[in-house]
Structures are given as structure tokens and as C-alpha cells.
């Protein structure tokens, strides 16, 4: 049978970062300015590593090269998705991602970034940016070079337990105040439309204008269509939050004991609340793990909550 791979986050500053990480998950955080912990990457920009057993020290990457037989030796080049846990301290910038094709011509081949949103904890009366009010796109290029931002700007309410698909083309941003774990394609591509004229050593961060208003969808989906309630789902039970063309994601609440077979190509999953045992080895809120190709039966027991997520 193939061991759990128990990885070690990698932490990244930034100007709007917090130090919830630390508070809420008792990660040992590089600052008070810590915004994402890339808890399950295989990315240039932050490669997780094997924490402990015989794959102890490698990182993600590695393994995805040398060990395809741990991920049901896939056909793809890359290790294929990204896990965040995201502490925003302030308003981070209003954005937009491209999909697969644009990122592939105009960003050096890289994926591009469709992902989606667990609402961990937020402040009472908590907003996001999720789509936007142009009709077309002429309208939208105009909004955006008037600066006409609290027209074209879409705000929806949101609460702890929300789950948000957030699909190439959709205008967004996460909102001071908010912690949310984020699963995505494995990319790091992000255009920004709008930085609140924000300094950083003096200087606004770049913009990405040209690049967003040929990505943007127009008109954007309804509220409606992008927010669901995830909190009070059915216990001992792999519920099924969303499934595109990239990943499925799951939540699942344990209460006593729980057990399945592992039978996808790997199943990663992120503890976001209490504490328990994956076939006799404790896990805890802030652990993130991959179950490999090959682990067979998997047997929980304990009170915790739980985000898994394969990749399509």
C-alpha cells in the first residue's frame, strides 16, 4: 500500500496579508504580513515537501516526475492542481485569470486558472467581488478607463461555509477579513484590473488593463449562479461541492468514523476544523495530505472537517 504524503506549507508575504494563519491555524508564519500558505503545490513559485516517511524531503514536483506510479501515472506534464489557504488582512486587488488557451499564447505556455472558493471565516456582514455590470464590451472597456469602478463592480454577500466557482473571465476579489481555501488549476497567472491606487515602495503595482478587458466575460453570470451554502451538509458523507473540467471538490464532516476507498488517481485533502485519524495516524486542523494511487481503504475516525479534491 502507498504511504500518505503529509506536505509542508510554503507561506508567501504580501501587501495585504495578515497573521490569521498563525492565530487560527498555529502555523509558524514568516511575518505579520502572511497572505497565502500554499499548502498542496507543485509550483515553481512555491514546491511543497514530503514531510515525513520514505518520501520525506522531496518535494511535490519531484515526485510527480520520478514516482507517477503515486498519482496513477498520469498523462500530464505538471502536477495538475493548486491547494491555498488565503488570510486577507486588507482588500486584495480586483482581478481576472484566463483560460487554458490565452495563458498558453500569451503567458509562456502556462496553464491557465480556473478555481474556487471555501469560505473558512469572515467578519458579520462579509462581501466579495464575483462578476461585474457591463453589458458589452465596449461598455466594460469604458468603465474601466473611467475608473467608473463602483458601477462596473459586482459586491454579493457572503457568510462562513460558502463555496464560490470562480471560472476564467470572472471579475473578482477577495475582500479584507476574509480566510477561504482556494483549489485551482496549477497556475499563477493573474491579470489585475484595479488596485485601490495602492503604493508599494512608493510605486503602484503593475496593472494588466489590455490583457483583462480581452478576458473578461461579457456579461458576467448572475450571483446566484456562483455562490452556494456549504456548511450544514449531510455528516459522514463526500459531498460533492462542484465538478468542471479541471477538479472535483468535496466536503466532508466526520462525526465518529467514516471510511471509503480510495480510487482515484489521488485525493488530496486539506483538514479545516477539529482533529482525528486517517487509518491509525492522527491528523489535525492545518494538516493538508495526498492520499496516492494504490492506498486502498481509508478509515476516519474522530470530529473534523474536511476539503478534498481530485483533479478531471
Not at 504580501?14 to 491555524?25: E, M, N, V, Y
Not at 516526475?65 to 496513477?72: Q, S, V
Not at 477539529?274 to 487509518?279: F, L, T, W
Request: net charge negative; with cysteine; charged share 25%.
Amino acid at each position: 500500500m502507498q504511504p500518505m504524503l503529509l506536505l509542508n506549507p510554503v507561506f508567501k508575504q504580501r501587501i495585504w496579508g495578515g497573521d490569521q494563519l498563525k492565530a487560527k491555524f498555529g502555523y509558524e508564519i514568516p511575518g505579520d504580513d502572511t497572505g497565502e500558505c500554499w499548502a498542496v503545490s507543485a509550483h515553481p513559485n512555491g514546491d511543497c515537501t514530503v514531510k515525513e516517511g520514505i518520501y520525506e524531503g522531496a518535494t511535490l514536483s519531484e515526485l510527480w516526475e520520478k514516482h507517477p506510479e503515486l498519482f496513477g501515472n498520469p498523462r500530464e506534464d505538471r502536477f495538475p492542481l493548486l491547494v491555498k489557504i488565503i488570510d486577507a488582512k486588507d482588500d486584495l486587488s480586483i482581478q481576472v485569470h484566463p483560460d487554458d488557451a490565452y495563458a498558453k499564447e500569451h503567458e509562456n505556455g502556462s496553464l491557465g486558472k480556473t478555481e474556487c472558493w471555501y469560505i473558512l471565516d469572515c467578519t458579520e456582514d462579509a462581501t466579495l467581488v464575483a462578476g461585474h455590470n457591463a453589458g458589452s464590451r465596449e461598455e466594460l472597456s469604458d468603465m474601466i478607463h473611467q475608473g467608473r469602478w463602483t458601477e462596473l463592480i459586482r459586491e454579493i454577500p457572503i457568510k462562513k461555509g460558502d463555496f464560490i466557482q470562480i471560472d476564467p473571465g470572472t471579475v473578482h476579489a477577495i475582500k479584507g477579513g476574509l480566510m477561504i481555501l482556494e483549489t485551482q488549476q496549477n497556475s499563477d497567472i493573474t491579470y489585475r484590473v484595479y488596485d485601490y491606487d495602492r503604493l508599494t515602495d512608493g510605486k503602484p503595482r503593475e496593472l494588466h488593463v489590455a490583457q483583462s478587458i480581452d478576458v473578461i466575460t461579457v456579461p458576467a453570470p448572475t450571483a446566484q449562479e456562483s455562490v452556494k451554502d456549504a456548511l450544514n451538509l449531510p455528516e459522514n458523507k463526500m459531498n460533492e461541492l462542484i465538478s468542471c473540467d479541471y477538479y472535483t471538490v468535496w466536503k466532508l464532516d466526520v462525526e465518529g468514523s467514516f471510511s471509503f476507498e480510495q480510487s482515484h488517481p489521488f485525493l488530496i485533502m486539506s483538514v479545516i476544523g477539529g482533529e482525528g485519524s486517517i487509518n491509525a495516524r492522527t491528523i489535525k486542523k492545518g494538516d493538508h495530505f495526498i492520499l496516492p494511487a494504490g492506498f486502498g481503504s481509508v478509515e476516519m475516525q474522530g470530529k473534523m472537517q474536511l476539503i478534498a479534491s481530485c483533479a478531471k
